[in-house]
Each structure stands twice: as C-alpha cells, then as structure tokens.
C-alpha cells in the first residue's frame, strides 16, 4: 500500500536559519504529493503541492520538488521565522484503484523556532 | 477559513457513550472524508463519501459509522466509546470526482473527543 515517511523529528530552529524536512513515499501510480501544515489549536492548512515529476510546489517561502527518481518531496525554506512553528505533515493523494483522493499522511514534524 | 465547518469543536463523554461529529464541506464540494489524529497513530484515514455514496474505508473501527446526507453534510457516529477514542477527528472536502483524483482537500478545524 501507500506509506509517506517524514524526517523524525521535532527540529529546532533559530530565526533566519535554513529549514529542510525530508519526506520519502511510496506509491503505485502516479501520486500527488502535498504538504500540509498545522499551526497550534488549528486545523490543517494545505501549503503546498505538486502533481507530477519533476514539479515544483511553493507557496510563503516554503518549496518542495516531486523526485520520482527518488520518491521524495522534501520541504524547504531558505529563512525561517519565529511564525513557522508549526507541524509540518507531507502527504501523497492515493491516484488509483477505489481510493477517489484520500491522503495518506507522514507521521508529521513538530518544527519551533526559536528568535 | 477553509470554508469547512465541523461542529461541535469540543467534546468530553463517558466511555461506553455515543457521540455524533457533524461537518458540513465547502459549497460545491461532493466528496466528504473523515481523519483521526492521535498522538500514537498519527492521521489516520477513516472513510470517504461521495455524492451521498460510500467510497472509500480506511482504519474505520466497527464501532463507528458516517454517512453523508442529501445536503451533502456529513455525519460521524462514535458508539461504545472507549478511552483510545480520544482523538482529533478531522472532515475534509474536495472536489474530487470520478477520474480526477488529484484535487487537494480542504480541512476543518476538527473535533476534540475527549473519552473518560
């Protein structure tokens, strides 16, 4: 079946520091992959996405680039703030079979960082 | 605002009670999904409806049950409730139809169950 793996985490940052959150899946198909993030007492907020080979999703400074080669889609920003504290979730869109769009979720990474 | 409302926003019960979880998804959307977030499960699929149809089951305990109304609006029922319930559980909507599975969803704010 579908799985999505995140870096373990939680990652501690100090502001302006470079971010990266690996996210590794597998996947039959042709998945579309999604970061999702979740700031505290909140829901979940879709951040970006990217539905095929080699697109690039960015969205508030945040980029992440679909690798088939090596099923990846990790999640960066060059510059993080004090406000990006928040649970970042990666997630592929199941493309196939029965399943109409539901997503399988990385287990998330608690980010902080720090001024 | 996603535009996807859930209700009620918290909720505390007894073990071995009922509870029923509402979500009402964006205007438009067909498709209805419902997630569990617990700390030692992480998100966990549950079930999917479209169009008033069952359409997909995840790790959907016999003990609970959804449906989706004429409406659109969408029910989750939590029956025999045990302490490992506790969970946020999240309604999600999309657009997706049949043959465009990869259309993102939209979360709502989700309903805290708190099971004692």
């Known amino acids: 079946g579908n799985s999505v793996t995140q870096m373990e985490g939680p990652v501690t940052l100090s502001e302006e520091a470079f971010l990266t959150i690996n996210c590794t899946y597998t996947a039959t198909g042709y998945p579309s992959l999604f970061w999702y993030v979740q700031y505290p007492g909140e829901g979940l907020q879709l951040l970006l996405k990217?539905?095929?080979?080699?697109d690039k999703g960015s969205n508030k400074g945040f980029e992440a680039t679909y690798r088939k080669e090596t099923t990846s889609f990790h999640l960066e920003k060059g510059s993080v703030q004090v406000s990006d504290s928040a649970v970042y979730f990666c997630a592929l869109s199941d493309a196939g079979g029965t399943s109409y769009g539901k997503l399988t979720f990385g287990q998330g990474t608690i980010l902080t960082v720090h001024p | 605002d996603s535009g996807v409302t859930q209700t009620p926003k918290h909720l505390i019960t007894a073990t071995g009670q009922r509870v029923t979880l509402r979500c009402s998804p964006r205007s438009g959307d067909l498709s209805v999904y419902w997630y569990q977030q617990s700390l030692d499960q992480g998100l966990q699929f549950l079930i999917q409806y479209y169009n008033g149809e069952e359409r997909a089951k995840g790790n959907i305990l016999e003990r609970f049950s959804a449906q989706q109304f004429p409406d659109l609006h969408s029910e989750l029922n939590l029956s025999s409730l045990e302490l490992g319930d506790s969970a946020l559980y999240f309604c999600?909507?999309?657009?997706?139809?049949?043959?465009?599975?990869?259309?993102?969803?939209?979360f709502g704010q989700g309903t805290r169950l708190t099971v004692v």
């Open positions: 999600a909507s999309s657009v997706a139809r049949d043959r465009v599975w990869s259309t993102e969803a939209f």
């Open positions: 990217a539905t095929k080979a080699d």
